[in-house]
T-cell receptor, first 112, second 114 residues
């Protein structure tokens, strides 16, 4: 009963490096999301997907790219990491029938 | 645009005391409303949700919340706080349009003193 699984859980990057965060869900949900969490700002939506092969921009998309090649996976990429991208990243999934979202455990990313 | 305001950044209560965390939202239609809890270093766990019907909703861990349309509020309450309730609490509104996105408040950090 895994739910939403994120890998890795921790990562340290140097400025300018690239990386991909992986999110996998086993609930057959159509919708998937990437949020970032920063102190005092709650969670802000980066990108989201309403189905395999579709993606859309959220509130804070700059500096990130995403892909949804398979229904169960949603990848978040940073092409050239910046210190401002130091954050905790959460993936979530939901079904179209309601807006209840199920969250992964988060990835703590530090860019130095 | 949709928004959620949690006016209290930090709240400290004594163990056994009652708790109320405030949440106000801005949304043009009938809202879906949620409260999530996050323990340090953990993900978000759903405490309770309101979609329609009874405006007083019960959740897990003894929490409840009341939806008041006239005040655009969805305050979270617990009659007697336990030390294990210390965590950060997030209120969110579900935007029922393309993608069913959640808009979160900034969170309230609850400290429990013994």
């Amino acid at each position: 009963n895994a739910g939403v699984t994120q890998t890795p859980k921790f990562r340290v990057l140097k400025t300018g490096q690239s990386m991909t965060l992986l999110c996998a869900q086993d609930m057959n949900h159509e919708y998937m999301y990437w949020y970032r969490q920063d102190p005092g700002m709650g969670l802000r939506l980066i990108h989201y997907s309403v189905g395999e092969g579709t993606t859309a921009k959220g509130e804070v998309p700059d500096g990130y790219n995403v892909s949804r090649l398979k229904k169960q996976n949603f990848l978040l990429g940073l092409e050239s990491a910046a210190p401002s991208q130091t954050s905790v990243y959460f993936c979530a999934s939901s079904s179209p029938s309601n807006t209840e979202a199920f969250f992964g455990q988060g990835t703590r990313l530090t860019v130095v | 645009a949709q928004s959620v305001t949690q006016p209290d950044i930090h709240i400290t209560v004594s163990e056994g005391a009652s708790l109320e965390l405030r949440c106000n939202y801005s949304y043009g239609a009938t809202p879906y409303l949620f409260w999530y809890v996050q323990s340090p270093g953990q993900g978000l766990q759903l405490l309770l949700k309101y979609f329609s019907g009874d405006t007083l909703v019960q959740g897990i861990k003894g929490f409840e919340a009341e939806f008041k349309r006239s005040q655009s509020s969805f305050n979270l309450r617990k009659p007697s706080v336990h030390w294990s309730d210390a965590a950060e609490y997030f209120c969110a509104v579900g935007v029922r349009e393309y993608g069913n996105k959640l808009v979160f408040g900034a969170g309230t950090i609850l400290r429990v003193k013994s």
